[in-house]
């Protein structure tokens, strides 16, 4: 008998069967089947029948029928090692989506081994549980993680602790049903702005903060040589004005006696919409992926801050109004977000077009707002062909963006930046791209898919980092015959009045310890020795700036920064040095126009142009000063430069990879800001451009909650390529 025992165990753990059928061939000798519990076999039926196999029943299996008393025998007996289920005697109980229970271990063990289906129905889950590490054990901290899902941390057990979408025939009408319910016309039904800081800390907190606020925006200005000989006049003479904006510790030293969530307070705060697309092609793993990602960014915005989503398929639909994220706040947006479905086509004008509706019409704003804009695909309601041109003629992308959030030189019109983010190698490249451009943010090309959760760590970490608002940076020509011939500011709004005495850039926002650098070309007269002064000074450019504190709501004026050369009668050797930083700059500049140009050989299908242009910017840069002083930033501009000529190979590989490649670097270096491309989150890669403390930061938390999932990834070993001032020093003129 013991041994029957045995088989017959064997037999469930195994889930060969949960219950005996009764079928249209023994309906005379199943009576005593039906009266056997949920979960058990006849110990002698199945000795004595080496050939039985029990069959799992379906609903549409005909003739089948369940015992009557099977409901409450699997509710009392675990179906896997037959021991007896009660709360409370020292066992965890796990109650499947089908409503069967089972002993936590045994079924985790059980679909350790890949069994993703209940042992006693067949039915397939969605949700198994998962016995996770043993410190996890330890605190009594369990994991049910969905099918073909990474293992996540604490954040992501609330977020797949939510209940998801049943999946049914009628799947496609509840996604349906989402998308055509009816919404307010007017999306003024914003959450109130955090009050709780005045009211908690009044006027010593004003007070303490600008005691604390020791650090403005750092100037500084390069001219090319530190002398020009005073008979000679000079046509062209560079000028460089560096930027740095302050720390986000500036602040920080009120932060001992302050709670954490006082902390909160001592940042901008920020209004952010994210614009997702659940488009058909989004489903299965992206779609996973995307919610782990949207779960990271909910739980590290803070009370202060306010999240809106917006889902687009073939239309859109605001998943829930523009909200604080407190406590209650995330898991109400958790849930949201873990209610996404995929269905439909991709219409992402609209889901601009309601993103931005929402920032449009809310009834307070936080100091700080942006937009999120994720899709897969290409634009099949708006653009003709996508990204393939019509009769020779380019695709109008400005027709996705809606007219509110473009540019403008309006004075005082606010600018709301789309941050892009094309998902995988079916994406529009192009339309992403001029959408970002447009709007003042930046695009990024998440290759690999399960690299979207950096890029959006990154993203975040500069947003909730701006220390500078509306930042105006202007120069005026101080000497008679001094005059400005151009400015190089990349994206930045940029002019020169009429005399070409004065000059402006538009540098917009700055996130903690940012840095800009603008080349200003100028030209200049031979030097009389009337205006000459003491030891032959000559003051070429005064450059000075004024910007918004976004925490004090005040502006900052600082004031002008003189730029002075000498123009002796003679010079010696030492001042023919040119000045390495500004040659740096100009490498950088170079290097930008010959992606630029390369991109437009291959859109042109000139592959082999295209590789060459790229080819001789390498060579031009590996013979520079600064690169043979193995110079960090030529050595990451020499492997971007490098990279793309490798996703130009062919037209295979430039239309799966290479044109977003491109275009996310030339969004990074337009603006002078960090995208995600290729690895570029990796810290591994040798492509760091301009990632602020604050993006490594978040960065760390990204890598940090992957390592602490199961997942593999390196910490940083150094830190971040920036092209900026790692270095100082003179470079011989050559």
């Given at each position: 008998?013991?041994?029957?025992?045995?088989?017959?165990?064997?037999a469930?753990?195994?889930h060969?069967?949960?219950?005996?059928?009764?079928?249209?061939d023994?309906?005379?000798?199943?009576?005593?089947a039906?009266?056997?519990?949920?979960?058990?076999?006849?110990?002698?039926?199945?000795a004595?029948?080496?050939d039985?196999?029990?069959?799992?029943?379906?609903?549409?299996?005909?003739?089948?029928?369940?015992?009557?008393s099977?409901g409450?025998?699997?509710?009392r007996?675990?179906a896997?090692?037959?021991?007896?289920?009660?709360?409370?005697?020292g066992?965890a109980?796990?109650t499947?989506?089908c409503?069967?229970?089972?002993?936590?271990?045994c079924?985790?063990?059980?679909?350790?081994?890949?069994?993703?289906?209940?042992?006693?129905?067949r039915?397939?889950?969605?949700?198994?549980?998962?016995q996770?590490?043993?410190?996890?054990?330890?605190?009594?901290?369990?994991?049910i993680?969905?099918?073909?899902?990474?293992?996540?941390e604490?954040?992501?057990?609330?977020?797949?602790g939510?209940?998801?979408?049943r999946?049914s025939?009628?799947?496609?009408?509840?996604?349906?049903?989402v998308?055509?319910a009816?919404?307010?016309?007017?999306f003024?039904?914003?959450?109130?702005?955090?009050?709780?800081?005045s009211?908690?800390?009044?006027?010593?907190?004003?007070?303490?903060t600008?005691?604390?606020?020791t650090?403005?925006?750092?100037?500084?200005?390069?001219?090319?040589?530190?002398?020009v000989?005073a008979?000679?006049?000079c046509?062209?003479?560079?000028?460089?004005?560096?930027l740095?904006?302050?720390?986000?510790?500036?602040?920080?030293?009120?932060?001992?006696h302050?709670?954490?969530?006082?902390?909160?307070?001592?940042?901008?705060?920020?209004?952010?919409?994210t614009?997702?697309?659940?488009?058909?092609?989004?489903?299965?793993?992206?779609l996973?992926?995307?919610?782990?990602?949207?779960?990271?960014?909910?739980?590290?915005?803070?009370?202060?801050d306010?999240?809106?989503?917006?889902?687009?398929?073939?239309?859109?639909?605001?998943?829930?109004?523009?909200?604080?994220m407190?406590d209650?706040?995330?898991?109400?947006?958790?849930?949201?977000?873990?209610?996404?479905?995929?269905?439909g086509?991709t219409?992402?004008?609209e889901g601009?077009?309601?993103?931005?509706?929402?920032?449009?019409?809310?009834?307070?704003?936080?100091?700080?707002?942006?937009?999120?804009?994720?899709?897969?695909?290409q634009?099949?309601?708006?653009?003709?062909?996508?990204?393939?041109?019509?009769?020779g003629?380019?695709a109008?992308y400005?027709?996705?963006?809606?007219?509110?959030i473009?540019?403008?030189?309006?004075q005082?019109?606010?600018q709301?930046?789309?941050h892009?983010?094309g998902?995988?190698?079916?994406?529009?490249?192009?339309?992403?791209h001029?959408i970002s451009?447009?709007?003042?943010?930046t695009?990024?090309?998440?290759e690999?898919?399960?690299?979207?959760q950096?890029?959006f760590?990154?993203?975040?970490g500069?947003?909730?980092?701006?220390?500078?608002?509306?930042?105006q940076?202007?120069?005026?020509?101080?000497?008679?015959?001094v005059?400005?011939?151009?400015?190089?500011?990349?994206s930045?709004a940029?002019?020169?009045?009429?005399?070409?005495k004065?000059g402006?850039?538009?540098?917009?926002?700055?996130?903690?310890?940012?840095?800009r650098?603008?080349?200003?070309?100028?030209?200049?007269?031979?030097?009389?020795?009337?205006?000459?002064?003491m030891?032959?000074?000559?003051?070429?450019?005064?450059?000075?700036?004024?910007y918004k504190?976004?925490?004090l709501?005040?502006?900052?004026?600082l004031?002008?920064?003189?730029?002075?050369?000498?123009?002796?009668?003679t010079i010696s050797?030492?001042?023919?040095?040119?000045?390495?930083?500004?040659?740096?700059?100009?490498?950088?500049?170079?290097?930008?126009?010959?992606?630029?140009?390369?991109?437009?050989?291959?859109?042109q299908?000139?592959?082999a142009?295209?590789?060459c242009?790229?080819?001789?910017?390498?060579?031009?840069?590996?013979?520079s000063?600064a690169?043979?002083?193995?110079?960090r930033?030529?050595?990451?501009?020499?492997a971007?430069?490098?990279?793309?000529?490798?996703?130009?190979?062919s037209?295979?590989?430039y239309?799966?990879?290479?044109?977003a490649?491109?275009?996310?670097?030339?969004?990074?270096?337009?603006?002078?800001r960090?995208?995600?491309r290729?690895d570029?989150?990796?810290s591994?890669?040798?492509?760091?451009?301009?990632?602020?403390?604050?993006?490594?930061?978040?960065?760390?938390?990204?890598?940090?909650?992957?390592?602490?999932?199961g997942?593999?990834?390196?910490?940083?070993?150094r830190?971040?390529?920036?092209?900026?001032?790692?270095?100082?020093?003179?470079?011989q003129?050559?």
């Amino acid at each position: 008998m013991g041994s029957r025992w045995q088989k017959a165990k064997m037999a469930l753990s195994s889930h060969l069967c949960a219950y005996v059928p009764r079928t249209l061939d023994d309906t005379s000798s199943s009576s005593a089947a039906e009266s056997v519990p949920a979960g058990r076999i006849s110990g002698s039926r199945l000795a004595m029948e080496p050939d039985f196999r029990p069959s799992t029943p379906t609903p549409s299996s005909s003739g089948l029928r369940l015992s009557k008393s099977s409901g409450k025998s699997s509710k009392r007996f675990c179906a896997i090692c037959l021991g007896t289920m009660r709360p409370g005697h020292g066992h965890a109980l796990f109650t499947a989506e089908c409503s069967h229970i089972f002993h936590f271990h045994c079924i985790a063990s059980n679909v350790k081994h890949g069994n993703q289906v209940c042992p006693i129905c067949r039915s397939k889950w969605k949700e198994i549980p998962f016995q996770g590490p043993a410190a996890d054990v330890v605190h009594g901290r369990s994991r049910i993680n969905p099918l073909d899902c990474p293992q996540e941390e604490g954040w992501m057990r609330i977020l797949h602790g939510m209940p998801l979408p049943r999946a049914s025939p009628d799947s496609a009408q509840q996604h349906n049903h989402v998308f055509h319910a009816s919404e307010p016309n007017t999306f003024n039904d914003d959450e109130p702005l955090d009050s709780s800081l005045s009211e908690l800390l009044g006027r010593d907190y004003t007070e303490s903060t600008t005691e604390g606020l020791t650090k403005t925006v750092e100037i500084k200005t390069y001219p090319e040589f530190p002398a020009v000989i005073a008979s000679e006049s000079c046509d062209s003479f560079t000028v460089l004005i560096h930027l740095k904006a302050p720390s986000a510790t500036s602040r920080q030293g009120q932060r001992n006696h302050r709670s954490v969530f006082q902390s909160h307070h001592e940042r901008a705060p920020v209004d952010l919409v994210t614009v997702l697309d659940v488009s058909g092609s989004m489903a299965g793993t992206k779609l996973a992926l995307l919610k782990r990602a949207m779960g990271f960014v909910i739980q590290n915005l803070g009370p202060s801050d306010r999240l809106s989503v917006v889902a687009f398929s073939s239309t859109a639909r605001r998943l829930f109004h523009l909200r604080r994220m407190t406590d209650s706040g995330r898991q109400l947006a958790l849930q949201a977000v873990n209610s996404l479905t995929s269905s439909g086509g991709t219409n992402i004008a609209e889901g601009l077009r309601k993103g931005s509706k929402i920032l449009e019409d809310r009834r307070e704003k936080n100091p700080v707002c942006s937009i999120i804009l994720l899709s897969d695909g290409q634009d099949t309601y708006n653009i003709a062909g996508g990204s393939q041109s019509r009769q020779g003629q380019a695709a109008d992308y400005q027709s996705l963006l809606p007219v509110s959030i473009r540019r403008s030189s309006q004075q005082g019109q606010a600018q709301v930046p789309v941050h892009t983010f094309g998902f995988g190698a079916d994406h529009d490249a192009a339309s992403m791209h001029s959408i970002s451009e447009s709007s003042g943010g930046t695009f990024s090309f998440i290759e690999a898919e399960n690299v979207i959760q950096d890029a959006f760590a990154q993203c975040i970490g500069g947003l909730l980092s701006v220390v500078v608002q509306e930042l105006q940076v202007w120069f005026e020509c101080t000497t008679p015959g001094v005059i400005i011939n151009s400015v190089r500011s990349g994206s930045y709004a940029s002019g020169v009045s009429e005399d070409r005495k004065k000059g402006n850039v538009d540098a917009g926002d700055l996130y903690a310890e940012e840095e800009r650098d603008f080349l200003v070309d100028i030209q200049m007269p031979a030097c009389c020795t009337t205006i000459s002064t003491m030891q032959n000074e000559f003051a070429v450019l005064a450059v000075g700036c004024v910007y918004k504190d976004p925490v004090l709501q005040e502006h900052v004026n600082l004031d002008a920064n003189k730029v002075v050369i000498q123009r002796p009668r003679t010079i010696s050797p030492q001042q023919k040095i040119a000045c390495l930083e500004v040659d740096r700059q100009k490498i950088r500049l170079k290097a930008a126009d010959a992606m630029a140009e390369a991109r437009g050989l291959a859109e042109q299908g000139n592959l082999a142009g295209a590789v060459c242009v790229l080819g001789n910017q390498r060579k031009a840069l590996s013979e520079s000063m600064a690169a043979q002083g193995e110079d960090r930033l030529c050595m990451a501009l020499d492997a971007e430069l490098k990279e793309m000529q490798e996703r130009m190979a062919s037209r295979q590989v430039y239309e799966a990879s290479g044109r977003a490649y491109v275009l996310s670097g030339l969004s990074s270096h337009s603006w002078q800001r960090a995208t995600a491309r290729g690895d570029s989150t990796d810290s591994g890669s040798s492509v760091h451009g301009y990632q602020t403390p604050s993006m490594v930061d978040m960065l760390m938390r990204s890598h940090t909650s992957f390592i602490s999932s199961g997942g593999q990834r390196s910490r940083p070993s150094r830190p971040p390529i920036k092209p900026s001032r790692s270095c100082r020093g003179t470079l011989q003129a050559r």
